[in-house]
């Protein structure tokens, strides 16, 4: 028990520093590409665009692999060392065209979370299950946090290339702490990988797919909600506090959000997630006051502290056992895939529509959901 924890400290702590060297990028990751290698907007979408499938394809795959060979710790490290090598190639690059094959190797070192949660998912129980993936996001989101803000002090004093070096760092530590401190144990039997068939999956895990699908594709990305807050005449150096608003709350209620579904049940906490969000889509489309919009994002990071801790320990638990990297794999994939439409379908709304109506829509998409979670069983392990 005490290695597990350990254990999961370490995965914690490598997700922290991996965090912190993507998020030192974020705040200059447009301006980058914008202004220092003057690409267009349609670049810097399709980057972004690519980014996304392939974060949702990678973590599919390297479940299902993971799954076949039964080793976990391999995609992991090499994941985090993908990170670090990609910075190191934004740093060097001197156009888009250059940039184009890190951004593919960065995103596709995601290939480390599907097998890292199977892991996670192995040493904890149901009693811990869901403070124990809160607890990553927790250090998820705190490495976020920490990246942003010590990219907005290293803007003052370096150039952004060097910044873009120096994020390297943090999953190189990463790669370091996974190879030395954690062990992969070995299977005491010898099983038959007898590939991936629909049939393996039950009812519920098939239903808790098309329920997150059905609220992803109306779950726009919060860079709609930046923007409607910049329409409305935020200043656009005020936005960054807005990210850091949301970030910090998920950071704070992963853990909280994570303990409760051990206590009262994943599918009331993953409910409790869709009503904030309707919360907060009804909050934007009424609100005018900036006071109420840092309210709001503040929802919005519960919002996200909730689901994206609960989700996966449900998936862990509704998928069978032997595929229990595949299934959080292509749990992923289809968040990511539904996802990468999803900011399209919005902003075809709001150029069409209005931006009140992206509200309305992932309103609809978010009761939708809610009523088909209603019908999923859950293992009953939280008396």
Known sequence: ???????????????????????????????????????????????????????SISQAVSGYYSD????????????????????????????????????????????????????????????????NFGLLRTADNLGAVAGIVICLVLINFLNIKTILLLAAIPSLLSVILIIFFIKETKNSETKIFKGLQLKFFNKNFRLFLITSGIFSIGSFSYSFLLLFTQELGTKIYILPIFYLIFTIAAALSSYPFGYLADKIGRKSIILIGYLIWIIVCIGFIFNKNYIVFIFLFL???????????????????????????SSLGGFQMIIGLCAFPA?????????????????????????????ILIFIKEKKAYD
């Open 299 to 325: 929802l919005y990071g519960f919002h996200k502290g909730a689901l994206e801790t609960v989700q996966k320990a449900f998936v862990s638990e509704l998928g069978p056992d032997d595929y229990k990297a």
């Open 68 to 131: 076949k060979i039964k080793k976990r710790k391999i995609f992991i490290w090499f994941g985090y060392l993908m990170g670090s090598l990609s910075r190191i190639g934004y740093s060097i690059s001197s156009n888009w065209q250059t940039v184009l094959p890190f951004r593919i190797l960065d995103r596709a070192g995601k290939i480390r979370s599907a097998p890292r949660d199977a892991i996670i998912a192995d040493i904890s129980t149901n009693d811990n299950r869901g403070k």
């Open 1 to 55: 028990m005490a290695k597990s924890r350990n254990e999961i400290k370490i995965f914690a702590l490598s997700s922290f520093l991996n965090d912190l060297g993507s998020d030192m990028i974020y705040p200059i990751w447009p301006h980058f590409i914008r202004n220092i290698l003057g690409a267009n907007m349609a670049i810097l979408g399709l980057l972004d665009g690519i980014g996304e499938t392939l974060v």
């Open 343 to 371: 900011s399209l379908i919005a902003g075809i709304l709001w150029d069409q529509f209005g931006k009140e109506f992206i509200m309305f829509f992932s309103i609809i998409m978010s009761i939708i959901s809610s009523i």
